[in-house]
């Protein structure tokens, strides 16, 4: 993952109420990779939000707490702000939009990412604490977004910006067009033999056996695995 | 947004153990405009689920409840099974090309997206069910996304896919050039009036002030506020 945004990203929750919330905030930051969370809170944590924090307690337990959102974001850059409704004076970029900003910047530019109470959402002296405010795209005026989904929508977005999806380790390679030919031409045999295939059905048949095990994009185990089937399997049926 | 997409997904959750979850999964279906929900389970739905579940009743008491997860996929003309771990015999998509494959089919295709219990995901009796398995990209291996975190992540791709991002209503556009220009012009009159802007500085301030004032992209309100600041703002600073 882009080094840069793992380490540059904090994620500013003012004045969430539950619990439950504030861990789960800190699973979907181990999920994407993001480690630094703040918390401006007037109360200490409490033990709840350990229940939902699912191996991630470590975000939790070096989380920082602060009074005031001007505390939390004084050694920021740049502050983007969540908001689901439209506010007045201050407008609001798209999610795209936004993370595209935050990959323009310089690679030592601390970006807060601010979202608010559950309830009430941000209000406006949080707003004055933010350089922009970013929008979450929804069907729907109701429900806005739950808190942890809201920041787990955004953090992921950030995530597979940074880190384009690799292709799975598992992921094998097609075999030649040659042996998937030799293998097709097995199967036709066979099922020639078994008369499956006859002299008026021939080229249809055919071409319908080549169209569909062409679609199959046979691998290594795929050929295997027919070749064990139409070798063995068809013959065995036929015995019985 | 595509109707296509909207009335021929269905999420099936596979044996979830969660009351908070279901009503979760429901609120992210609302969120990102899905709402065909079937659930494969033993035991009729508490009323838990309605907790988590904001603005979302609907979604659950149209819900399905099916003995076996072959039920409630026997009428899917495709079926995405959502596994975090790899599963031998069973390779997996990324979740971007499982969005991308889910796009190709023809607008009648009856979509299924299952996802596993909670603690086991989903069983290989579950995968035996399914065309396809996809995976969410995550940063480490521990822990695996949240069930409902799951199928929003999946429901908002496909959403955002389906429905690329309407630059927001209040979007309002740049005034002119000539306009920004007469208004930064007024400021830079000010300015020299004030003696903030005199000979010896004057080519590198007004550079500075073209530069400053031009990259905040002036709409109408901008240089509404702007001319009153320096005609007003300025000005009565200069009477104290």
């Known amino acids: 993952m882009d080094n840069f945004l793992r ?8 004045n969430p109420s539950s619990s439950e919330n504030i861990g789960l905030v800190a699973r979907g930051m181990k999920n994407t990779g993001y480690r630094k969370l703040r918390l401006v809170l007037n109360r200490p944590l409490s033990k709840h939000v350990f229940k939902t924090a699912v191996h991630s307690e470590e975000i939790l337990k070096n989380a920082f707490i602060f009074p005031h959102i001007s505390e939390a974001v004084k050694d ?7 908001t689901a409704r439209h506010r ?36 406006s002296d949080d707003l004055r604490h933010s350089n922009y405010r970013f929008s979450l795209p929804q069907a729907e005026e109701q429900p806005s977004y ?3 989904s809201a920041v787990l929508l955004t953090l992921f977005q950030l995530f597979i910006k940074s ?8 992921r094998t390679s097609l075999i030649s067009r040659k042996q998937q030919e030799e293998c ?3 199967i ?10 006859h002299e008026q059905n021939k080229k249809h048949v055919i071409d319908m056996i ?7 994009e046979m691998r290594e185990k795929d050929r295997r695995l027919l070749l064990a089937v139409f070798s063995k399997g068809v013959d065995k049926r036929e015995k019985q």
């Open 184 to 186: 097709i031409r097995l």
């Open 146 to 148: 739950n808190l942890a």
């Open 88 to 123: 007045k004076n201050f407008p609001s970029l798209d999610l795209e939009e936004a993370v595209e900003k935050m990959f323009a910047f310089s690679s030592n530019t601390k970006i807060g990412l601010v979202f608010g109470n559950e309830r009430t959402g941000l209000v």
């Open 7 to 14: 380490e540059n990203i904090f994620v500013i929750l003012s």
């Open 76 to 82: 920021m850059n740049v502050v983007f702000a969540s």
């Open 163 to 170: 880190n384009p999806q690799k292709k799975s380790k598992e």
């Open 210 to 216: 080549h169209d569909l095990f062409g679609r199959l």
């Open 188 to 197: 036709i045999k066979k099922l020639e033999n078994k008369k499956f295939i």
